[in-house]
């Protein structure tokens, strides 16, 4: 299984992206997207149960700012980005896996990962 992340780019301050990621060939129980600034760790961004209820959460820096969604029919994981920041600025990943809940947030919770996009917010 591989993920295909696309629509990262530059963009000013206060703009909006939206990034995509395909995964067709198999359903998971949980996505999200992850990012990772240079010197950094990997911050957990959003996640979206893909059963149940189709739960959303998402970080305390990108909350109110960033929707993510998930279109099952069509196999595709989306991340709306609006009111961008510099400190937006990083690779961002897309994850699936099937984590336990309390693992829904956490990197190690994701067993599949794509190769990341990049994304630049100028000031």
């Known amino acids: 299984v591989q993920l295909q992340a696309s629509g990262g780019g530059m963009v000013q301050a206060g703009g909006s992206l939206r990034l995509t990621c395909a995964a067709p060939?198999?359903?998971?129980?949980?996505y999200g997207w992850f990012r990772q600034a240079p010197g950094k760790e990997r911050e957990f961004l959003a996640a979206?149960?893909?059963?149940?209820?189709?739960?959303?959460y998402y970080g305390d820096s990108v909350k109110g700012r960033f929707t993510i969604s998930r279109d099952n029919a069509k196999g595709t994981l989306y991340l709306e980005m609006n009111s961008l920041k510099p400190e937006d600025t990083a690779v961002y990943y897309c994850?699936?896996?099937?984590?336990?809940?309390?693992?829904?947030?956490?990197?190690?919770?994701?067993?599949?990962w794509g190769q990341g996009t990049l994304v630049t917010v100028s000031s």
């Open positions: 060939e198999r359903t998971f129980r949980s």
């Open positions: 979206i149960v893909a059963y149940s209820s189709r739960r959303t």
């Open positions: 994850a699936a896996g099937n984590p336990i809940m309390s693992y829904v947030t956490a990197s190690e919770g994701y067993t599949v």
